[in-house]
């Protein structure tokens, strides 16, 4: 089965930097189109940063210029590099990837990780 495994979370003060990485294993062929989410207690999700299978990426404008997605397609694994961190980046950050595999013919599979802490304050 696929597993998406997040980690890189921990608690920093404000403008303090972290690097997420979401690592993807499995059976699988390659990975497309992949998001980062944020979860805070009482909020709706929120989508922060999107990379496609091409590379192209977008971000949420709250924190645009501040955070960087990549991925590096040998290890499977994409990553998020955060800068300049506020308290309001303060969630549960969440790895949302598609998955192609042999089983499914070429068509992409969609798959969550657990999501990691990321803590901002003084």
């Known amino acids: 089965q696929v597993q998406v495994v997040e980690s890189g979370g921990g608690s920093v003060q404000p403008g303090g930097s972290l690097r997420l990485s979401c690592a993807v294993s499995?059976?699988?062929?390659?990975?497309?189109?992949t998001s980062w989410y944020r979860q805070s207690p009482g909020k709706e999700r929120e989508m922060v940063a999107y990379?496609?299978?091409?590379?192209?990426?977008i971000y949420a404008d709250s924190v645009k210029g501040r955070f960087t997605i990549s991925k590096d397609n040998a290890k499977t694994t994409v990553y998020l590099q955060m800068s300049n961190l506020k308290p309001e980046d303060t969630a549960v950050y969440l790895c949302?990837?598609?998955?192609?595999?042999?089983?499914?013919?070429?068509?992409?599979?969609?798959?969550w990780g657990q999501g990691t802490q990321v803590t901002v304050s003084s």
């Open positions: 499995g059976i699988l062929w390659d990975i497309d189109n």
């Open positions: 990379i496609s299978h091409l590379g192209t990426e």
């Open positions: 949302n990837t598609d998955v192609t595999t042999p089983y499914g013919l070429g068509i992409p599979e969609n798959y």
